[in-house]
């Protein structure tokens, strides 16, 4: 055994507990789901190796694409390293293994035993190392993880300039057949996994800041036949058309050289809400600071539960600390402005809204509910999300601009993650996709979930850039982006009530990078959806016919026109 092995052991003991900072729902939450993959794999940790040695001809295949990467002898780290057997296999000169299960630990160790490896109980998202490694292997792993970006961000801290990173994941178009293969008892029961195909995992590795050196697909055939086998493992998995249906995808991956540093920014966090009382407090808790300054502005959209009251609650409690402002999307004659210099910001008149910041109401007044009462469903506002985004983004002095919808849904402790890529040039704009992790129960319902599938088919076709989450509220952008895109707004017309359209197409035709943050979804803990289903699906459909005909038919007629860049 190397002195460096020895040294692992003695230090870390064979368990590292992840660090989890302060105490909060957030953390409790994700700690929760970390806890659930490691009882899992407690619980099967025994018969690990028996499902192994069932499935033996796959697993022999994802030992080829890592052999072909890393050599005998080399420094070797292995995320999810299960019973050890394809640490051992690799034959490093030095090697460690990391599980968060401590069952799947205790197995490896007696397996491996003398033969001068490491393994330690830890979470493949707080690394406990601080020394390089030459070579790092995350194989069948990331559908596990609650914070994929995360851990891929956290191999920078173990990693050299030329480590190489052997990232095997397998194909989510393969779940009902392996579900088939659970239920007949061919294939180790799994836990439940985050929705990764091929392009997630090659988004998350650009947000993780790392350069995809090659990319493999394995295993059209995963059960060994004569003949068939090598002809479809071999050959056939090598045509770019069969790629997309095997079973394994690999890539080799370094950290990107000449990491950029991000530039400090001044952020403002546009907060949409209608009777959302029940959030406001939470939303200015749990949203963190960011960058060099961060503005909160709640956009009341004419709420009858209280909500407006809230706001300048939180206002008045925070006053001197942080930055917090109202605009109401409908002002209200003689309201309290002195709480909220914010407050009446549009004039109003007849249905629609005209002028900008500072301007003079002349709504007429509305009625608010009792505090505390439950208001009940409601509906959206008749002038829509969009009309309130456009009001905040209108009022707002950060240099870059956040959506981050007030029924919390996707959590406001994610929004360094939706800064991080903007700040460092990564990407120009930033949209959350909820469609790589599981939902919690009753985040959203299943006609949803296949309305927001369906759209982001549709979507990516349309704008020539991968979109997986059309309708997740989320998204970001520079204010200097969205000047130009606020000058070209006409050339799609002002439809969209819902905002999130006005920008993607705005940002697609403008030709911004865009990137995609997953989210952990989250079901609602206070108020009501304004969504409805049919009314704002056949919108979805009328604004896709719009895009359709800007973005694509201009194009074959020959009919397009370029933006106008200067703002």
């Not at 001809?57 to 019973?83: D, F, M, T, W």
């Not at 406001?412 to 800064?419: C, G, R, S, T, Y």
């Not at 005909?549 to 397009?560: H, V």
């Amino acid at each position: 055994m190397s002195v460096e092995v020895q040294d692992v052991k003695a230090r870390y003991g064979g368990s590292v507990a992840p660090d989890f900072g302060v105490v909060s729902d957030d953390r409790l939450y994700r700690y929760r789901v970390r806890q659930q993959v490691a009882k899992w794999f407690d619980r099967h940790a025994r018969t690990r190796t028996h499902w192994r040695e069932r499935n033996a001809y796959y697993h022999s295949e994802v030992l080829r694409l890592a052999k072909q990467v890393i050599p005998p002898g080399a420094r070797v780290l292995q995320l999810g390293c299960g019973n050890g057997d394809l640490l051992a296999a690799l034959k490093p000169g030095f090697g460690v293994g990391i599980d968060v299960s401590g069952g799947m630990v205790r197995e490896a160790n007696a397996r491996w035993e003398g033969h001068g490896l490491a393994f330690v109980q830890a979470d493949a998202q707080e690394l406990p190392f601080s020394g390089t490694f030459d070579y790092i292997v995350c194989s069948d792993i990331l559908g596990y993880l609650e914070d994929i970006q995360a851990a891929l961000a956290g191999l920078h801290a173990v990693s050299g300039p030329r480590t190489s990173i052997v990232i095997t994941a397998w194909n989510w178009a393969w779940q009902p057949i392996l579900w088939l293969g659970e239920r007949l008892g061919w294939k180790m029961p799994d836990a439940e996994q985050n929705w990764l195909g091929r392009n997630d995992i090659e988004n998350l590795v650009v947000l993780a800041d790392l350069e995809a050196r090659t990319r493999n697909a394995a295993l059209l055939l995963p059960k060994e036949v004569p003949v068939l086998s090598p002809i479809m493992n071999r050959l056939l998995v090598q045509i770019p058309l069969f790629q997309h249906l095997a079973l394994v995808h690999a890539w080799t991956v370094r950290p990107a050289g000449n990491r950029p540093v991000a530039e400090a920014l001044t952020c403002t966090v546009i907060v949409p809400c209608r009777n959302e009382e029940g959030n406001i407090a939470a939303a200015v808790d749990r949203l963190p600071a960011l960058g060099a300054h961060t503005e909160l502005i709640f956009v009341d959209g004419a709420s009858t539960d209280g909500t407006r009251e809230a706001i300048l609650e939180q206002i008045a409690k925070h006053d001197g600390i942080r930055d917090i402002k109202l605009i109401d999307q409908v002002p209200l004659p003689g309201a309290d402005h002195r709480g909220s210099p914010f407050a009446a910001t549009s004039g109003f008149v007849g249905r629609s809204f005209v002028g900008s910041a500072n301007g003079n109401s002349s709504a007429g007044s509305r009625s608010a509910g009792p505090r505390g009462v439950d208001a009940g469903p409601v509906t959206m506002l008749k002038l829509g999300k969009g009309d309130a985004v456009r009001k905040g983004f209108g009022a707002a002095s950060g240099d870059v601009l956040f959506i981050l919808d007030a029924d919390l849904t996707v959590p406001p402790e994610d929004m360094p993650k939706f800064l991080e890529p903007i700040a460092t040039g990564r990407a120009e704009f930033i949209n959350g996709t909820r469609l790589v992790y599981p939902l919690e129960d009753e985040a959203m319902g299943i006609i949803n979930l296949a309305g927001n599938r369906f759209f982001s088919m549709v979507f990516t076709w349309l704008l020539g850039q991968r979109i997986k989450d059309t309708l997740c509220g989320t998204k970001v952008l520079r204010a200097s982006d969205y000047r130009v895109l606020v000058a070209n707004r006409t050339y799609f017309g002002d439809y969209d009530p819902f905002g999130d359209f006005d920008l993607l197409f705005g940002a697609a035709r403008l030709g911004l990078r865009i990137l995609e943050v997953p989210v952990r979804y989250r079901r609602r803990t206070s108020g009501y959806s304004k969504v409805q289903v049919f009314k704002h699906g056949m919108l979805l459909l009328r604004m896709s016919a719009i895009g359709f005909r800007r973005l694509k038919l201009a194009r074959w007629l020959g009919n397009a026109t370029p933006p106008n860049i200067t703002g």
